[in-house]
């Protein structure tokens, strides 16, 4: 598949839904690719990319912004609080607030750097033990929260189980966003991003089928 298949697919999927394609960000997640497909993408004229590790995006991205310009880089992996310094200055948006330490933590280098990138809160909407994200039972408090603290918050993310129809989820993460006044909705990856944006999606994630498929070797 290519970046011009992908946009295709999500103008059509926001037309079936009665929305607008331009109210949508496709994300492409870079994490694990070659520079060569990289900048393949960013020669297509990209520019928002997804990262899940600070330290590949830190040995990766200042190089291609001398080259490219702005890039809007995203982190949707976990973020461990020793982290988020350096993810703040290399990011746009952190999709992956998950507690209160990590909230803490950024506000106050949002004090002390004089900005701080768009935050968004992940949802263990499947509350699966081994994945980051607060409990829907939990997200409303920490909504509440995280706005308590100042912080640029903008809306939620989720990864649904994997075993499970993902539109359950989407719909779950828009009903918690929607009555806690949050806009934005991190959701949808290569093979269910259609279903997300049916739901009210705005930032999709894809990552292998803009690529190609990952080289973990």
Known sequence: MSLSEITGRMAKAAANAGRSVDDLKLIA???VQPNERVAAVLDEGHRTFGENKVQEAAGKWPAFRETYGDINL???GPLQTNKARQAMQLAQAIHTLDRPKLATTLARLSDELGSCPDLF???NTGEEPQKSGVLPAEADAF????RALDL???GLMCIPPVNEEPSLHF???AKIAER???AGLSMGMSGDFERAIALGATHIRVGSAIFGERDYG
């Open 29 to 31: 997640v870079s994490k």
């Open 74 to 76: 995203h982190l949707i």
């Open 121 to 123: 809160i992940q949802v």
């Open 143 to 146: 909504v509440a929260e995280v």
């Open 152 to 154: 640029p918050l903008v």
């Open 171 to 173: 719909a779950l993460l």
């Open 180 to 182: 806690n006044g949050l």
